[in-house]
């Protein structure tokens, strides 16, 4: 079995509108559609996550200062980082505003909110003719994970 991970498509050399035929070249070829697993985290939830991240630990990881006392989150109060959140979000300029599952889905022409983030379930199954996507809620995984879980298929 073949397998890959890609944390976004350009980290697999697909630019954007190439999925959707890569996908369809698959399955002609192999005779199979592709499987594809993604997960996604609550919008909101990502979204804080990812401002925190790229203001604190991603301005140090990747040199734009030298240590966590010149970052944007040190020095910056409450009432100024709301208002800095506020305005990336609204502006959509926030880094990770996309999640990966937008990229893909767009490029395969799924709306994936109205498929599942409504909603109570935290897998689902998405059929195609070319492609199978098994779609998972990141924090109902995590939050039900049990050790035990993937001694039941082998």
Known sequence: MR???????????FKKGDFDAYVKEYSVKNN????IVTVFREPVERCISSFFQSYGSD???????????ETV??????????????????????????ESVDILFNEL??????????????FKIIEKPCFKIYFIKFDRLINAFDEN?????K
């Open 3 to 13: 397998a890959t991970h890609g944390h976004v498509l350009r980290h697999l050399d």
């Open 32 to 35: 199979n559609r592709l499987n």
């Open 59 to 69: 301005f140090i990881d990747f040199g734009h200062v030298s240590g966590i006392e």
């Open 73 to 98: 989150l040190y020095n910056y109060n409450f009432n100024q980082l709301k208002e800095l959140f506020l305005m990336e979000i609204s502006g959509k300029k926030l880094r990770g505003y996309d």
């Open 109 to 122: 022409e799924i709306n994936w909110r109205e498929e599942i983030v409504n909603s109570q379930q935290y």
């Open 149 to 153: 879980c993937f001694t039941t298929y």
